[in-house]
């Protein structure tokens, strides 16, 4: 009898780890984009500008997200180490976008990509010139352009704040990732 109920206590715990464990969500992967600025001017502003544009991508994940009628942004933001499932993500972007300092990591990754932004002085209205260029290994081991999106330019005039100015830089450089 008390084997019966042994083996009886074993299958119930089996029955409840096997449900357990066809519940689990399955997570989003995360796609990694290096960052690399090249700063043409090395002025107190140019570095202001990639300190504050650095700082925005590195700081949090990105997901995407179809804009609404009510909102202009195409993507949410999750923290560093915030995870999410797949099935909540969008059909055709099912990764999390990961930016990281090329500085500050061995991009062995064969599946990344690396983003340089070069950093140019607009010669009026105190703007700055970013020309974006995508790169990926793709089996080999040194880095491939793969996308030339071109030059971004913001004029000073245009922003109320530099945090404006910031996030829109930022959101143009997320935004090449989800294309």
Not at 12 to 22: E, Q, V, W, Y
Not at 23 to 41: G, M, R, S, T
Not at 105 to 126: G, M
Request: net charge negative; proline share 2%.
């Amino acid at each position: 009898k008390k084997n019966v109920m042994f083996l009886f206590c074993i299958l119930i715990c089996l029955s409840l780890f096997t449900m357990s464990c066809n519940k689990k969500e399955k997570f989003a992967p995360e796609q990694n984009y290096y960052l690399e600025f090249v700063d043409n001017y090395k002025t107190e502003d140019t570095e202001r500008l990639i300190q504050g544009i650095k700082s925005g991508l590195l700081k949090e994940n990105f997901i995407f997200r179809a804009p609404d009628n009510n909102q202009n942004n195409f993507y949410s933001t999750l923290s560093n180490e915030e995870k999410i499932e797949t099935a909540k993500l969008d059909k055709f972007h099912q990764k999390i976008h990961v930016f990281k300092d090329i500085k500050d990591y061995n991009a062995d990754d064969k599946e990344a990509f690396k983003i340089r932004v070069e950093v140019n002085n607009l010669e009026t209205d105190h703007g700055f010139l970013l020309n974006i260029k995508i790169f990926n290994k793709q089996g080999h081991k040194d880095w491939q352009q793969y996308s030339n999106p071109g030059d971004f330019e913001y004029k000073g005039s245009e922003f109320r704040s530099e945090f404006e100015f910031y996030q829109r830089a930022i959101d143009n450089i997320v935004m090449l990732t989800f294309k």
